[in-house]
């Protein structure tokens, strides 16, 4: 009764009531790390068996990245799944590609500290937020006793975005315009344009770069609601479309855009994360180090509140709930000057 060898390969003999049970471990040499756990669980499936006892039968040693393609594929009706794919694929790189049940505290305290080094505290949450679904599935699944990640605590993140001021919202438009003017890919030709219609309209990266020339119709955008960050927000869905005006300066960007199929902007590939280079681009030029492509939708929440109001910007930006509107406008030094000028003046005149 014991541990021993055939060639490479461990296996393991036990006796019980005098009968001999013989189970591979498929565990070779250069791997006896694994030996202890993989014991105790044979031991368990062998006594379950002899005494006939109800036992889930253990799953066959599988590394991190053969699990994430079962993973994966389980969730791959996802609208992320692609990006899921893409981090999975380098927090196996960063861990050698383990076997599922090596996971550990240690390979944990690795991945965070390595991606520290290459991305923003809120995408390491990211990273986490999908290894947690993947290895509550795994628990699920029997290929492992507990997350390893059960006790990890995330970053916390700061939600909030600041206001753009009105000379950096200028120092943008010139900057993209210099992008356009000199452009290193098909995207970077229309990219003035993008940055131009998104501060007209108040529209969304992602409803921009899938606008189709079918949604449009007397100087108006007819979005289908299905296809807009607000089906999932929506309190009745009874609306099909969402509503969207368009000045003369966006219906004149629409027209300069040569016809080439069904969308409207000549793109290549039609995902957010492709602009990323150009975004980098305007922070180099304009020194607008924190800049990202969604400021600009708070910035026309902010000047439609302020100059026109709160229920406009609230329309127009095709939010379903008005406090969603509120956390999108960020008033400026210079509108709060006018209102402390204004209770002044209130107050003078009691």
Same mark, same amino acid.
């Given at each position: ?92 790189? &960063? ?16 991945? !965070?500290? #390595? ?24 628990? #699920? ?111 004149? &960007? ?79 030094? !210079? ?16």
């Amino acid at each position: 009764m014991g541990l021993y060898l055939r060639g490479p390969w461990y296996h393991y003999k036990k006796q019980i009531e005098g009968k001999a049970y013989y189970k591979p471990l498929k565990i070779k040499r250069g791997q006896e790390r694994l030996l202890s756990e993989r014991i105790r669980q044979v031991e368990e499936e062998i006594t379950a068996l002899h005494f006939g006892l109800d036992y889930k039968n253990i799953p066959e040693l599988i590394s991190f990245s053969a699990y994430a393609e079962k993973y994966l594929h389980s969730k791959r009706h996802k609208k992320s799944i692609g990006l899921d794919r893409q981090r999975l694929e380098i927090v196996a790189e &960063i861990w050698k590609d383990p076997l599922l049940i090596e996971i550990s505290k240690t390979h944990i305290e690795k991945l !965070d500290e #390595e991606l520290s080094k290459r991305v923003k505290e809120s995408t390491i949450n990211r990273y986490f937020e999908v290894l947690r679904s993947l290895f509550s599935m795994a628990v #699920e699944d029997n290929y492992i006793k507990e997350s390893p990640i059960k006790y990890y605590v995330r970053y916390i993140e700061d939600g909030s975005r600041r206001a753009l001021a009105s000379e950096e919202v200028k120092r943008i438009l010139e900057a993209s315009a210099q992008i356009q003017e000199r452009p290193r890919s098909q995207l970077q030709g229309i990219f003035y344009d993008l940055v131009l219609f998104a501060l007209n309209t108040g529209m969304r990266l992602s409803e921009i770069i899938n606008l189709k020339h079918d949604y449009i119709r007397d100087e108006a955008v007819y979005y289908p609601i299905t296809l807009t960050k607000s089906r999932r927000r929506a309190t009745s869905q009874k609306a099909k479309v969402r509503v969207m005006s368009l000045n003369k300066t966006a219906m004149a &960007i629409i027209t300069k855009q040569k016809r080439k199929g069904e969308y409207v902007f000549n793109m290549e590939w039609r995902h957010p994360r492709t602009i990323r280079k150009s975004v980098f681009r305007v922070r180099q030029i304009s020194q607008v180090d924190d800049f990202t492509f969604h400021q600009l939708r708070h910035f026309v929440s902010t000047y439609l509140s302020s100059a026109v109001s709160l229920a406009t910007a609230q329309t127009v930006l095709g939010h379903q709930d008005i406090k969603t509107t509120l956390r999108y406008t960020h008033p400026d030094l !210079d509108e709060q000057m006018k209102g402390v000028r204004k209770i002044e003046k209130y107050i003078k005149n009691l």
